[in-house]
């Protein structure tokens, strides 16, 4: 079973900013890299990408797509959280609007979301050509979801909830045997 965790954005472009200072970039760099941790030395091959620090989303996906296909995972997770006001609460998963076994997976994984998040439902999200991620879904050849566990501008939410992000990840990689 291989998992490729792709984090969203990347180290010159970071992304949305939290509340707390921390951008999208940094806080799913430390996801990743706890996610492959906990994940070492089982039968989960779980390995993280990162997209080149270009301005060019086209390109950066590019780059990232012919890594990870060639790494050929049975699922790809982008990891991402939402700008948004201080409000704002809700988490949803995207998927490849073309793609059954990707609603499958983003219900599987919006589903734990529910159970583990102190959120409101936001649902599962098809994308089509020109919708937001449509690259990330469609140039990787594996079932790809693009995660949104959370609004940033909900100040605590990052600090209450980081164990229960974490866990969400680790628990939907579980079901894959
Ligand atoms: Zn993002």
Same mark, same amino acid.
């Given at each position: 079973?291989?998992?490729a965790?792709?984090?969203?954005?990347?180290?010159?472009?970071?992304g949305?900013? %939290? *509340?707390? /200072?921390?951008?999208?970039?940094?806080f799913n760099?430390? &996801?990743? +890299?706890? !996610?492959?941790?906990?994940?070492?030395?089982?039968?989960?091959?779980?390995?993280?990408?990162?997209?080149p620090?270009?301005k060019?989303?086209?390109?950066q996906?590019?780059a990232?797509a012919?890594?990870?296909?060639?790494f050929?995972p049975?699922?790809?997770?982008?990891?991402?959280f939402?700008?948004?006001?201080?409000k704002?609460?809700?988490h949803?998963?995207?998927?490849?609007?073309? %793609? *059954?076994? /990707?609603?499958?997976y983003a219900?599987?994984?919006?589903? &734990?979301? +529910?159970? !583990?998040?102190?959120?409101?439902?936001?649902g599962?999200?098809?994308?089509?050509?020109?919708?937001?991620?449509?690259?990330?879904?469609?140039?990787?050849?594996?079932?790809?979801?693009i995660?949104?566990?959370f609004?940033?501008?909900n100040?605590g939410?990052?600090?209450?909830?980081?164990?229960?992000?974490?866990?969400?990840?680790?628990?939907?990689i579980?079901?894959?045997?």
């Amino acid at each position: 079973m291989k998992v490729a965790i792709c984090v969203g954005h990347n180290a010159k472009y970071q992304g949305a900013i %939290s *509340e707390s /200072g921390v951008t999208e970039y940094i806080f799913n760099s430390a &996801i990743a +890299n706890l !996610l492959c941790y906990h994940f070492r030395d089982t039968d989960y091959k779980v390995k993280q990408f990162h997209r080149p620090p270009i301005k060019s989303y086209r390109k950066q996906i590019k780059a990232l797509a012919k890594e990870v296909n060639k790494f050929n995972p049975d699922v790809a997770i982008e990891l991402h959280f939402n700008a948004g006001n201080s409000k704002a609460r809700g988490h949803e998963v995207l998927y490849l609007g073309s %793609s *059954e076994i /990707g609603l499958k997976y983003a219900k599987k994984l919006d589903d &734990i979301f +529910n159970s !583990l998040l102190p959120n409101k439902d936001r649902g599962v999200k098809p994308i089509y050509k020109g919708g937001r991620g449509y690259r990330f879904l469609s140039e990787i050849y594996s079932p790809t979801l693009i995660a949104e566990p959370f609004f940033a501008g909900n100040l605590g939410f990052i600090n209450e909830n980081f164990g229960n992000i974490l866990n969400s990840y680790i628990k939907f990689i579980q079901t894959f045997k």
